[in-house]
């Protein structure tokens, strides 16, 4: 299904590091472990999610964002998806191709439509890629070059559809192991010469050719487990990051990046972080 608007300035994303300008969030409120569905819901389950908490920390997020100047857009909860917070895998935006997913996972599908009834509100031109499932989080931008991760979310005949549509986009398929849920748990870039990557996860292969590509910033197994490598990039080498990974924020700033520090600890027990809780449809 495509949808046709009149400003197709609306809508823009060439990289993970430019100027974000306009973001979907969606407020936890209905947010719980109702079926675990990755590695990091596991060890939480039991204890599963304080909502007010959870709450109380994603509205912080959204005030970082705003306090950066960025357009925060709020997509309305609903109590049958209690994933609904994680709002970067339902939708992705490549150039000013705006794409809504098709959920992988019984738990998550319907989420999409939520997100499809915003832009029909908004006349904001879409399309729904619904023959194979992919989902946002395997998805990252940097110029004309797309790397999308397969895993149990993303197969690689939405990756051969994805490239149909997109034939000035350059599509890199990543294998990486599935038990980290989406490849922005394991590799994120932060600009046009760095990226944060937690090598166990891929191939050695693959780890080469990114090296080639970008200035590696190696991510720990213990920093990985609390979503050091979904960090959020907000442009001019802004950074939003959980405090408790010392180590990521520490090489991060290092290499010249301001570290904007948000407590999201009760949130990644769910298994994401920043990245994962905000799909960007118009940086510049």
Known sequence: MVKIIQDQ??????????TLKKVVLCEPQYMEIKEVINDVQKQYVNDNIDRSL????HQQFEKALENAGVEVIKLTPSKDHPEQVF????GFTLGNHLFISEMANPIRQGEEKVLAHWMNEHDIFYKKLSEHSIEGGDVIVDG???FIGIGHRTSMDAIKVLQKELTDFDILPIVFNPKYLHLDCVFNILSAKDALIFPDALDKNMVELLSSM???IEVSESEQFSMGTNVLSIGQNRVISLPINHDVNL??????????EVDFSEIIKSGGSFRCCSMPIERR
């Open 144 to 146: 004309h070059r797309v």
């Open 214 to 216: 970008y200035n590696l």
């Open 251 to 260: 090489q991060m700033r290092q290499h010249g990046y301001q570290v904007i």
């Open 54 to 57: 959870a709450i109380s920390q």
């Open 9 to 18: 300035s609306q809508i823009h994303c060439q990289s993970e590091y430019e």
């Open 87 to 90: 709002t970067r895998d339902i």
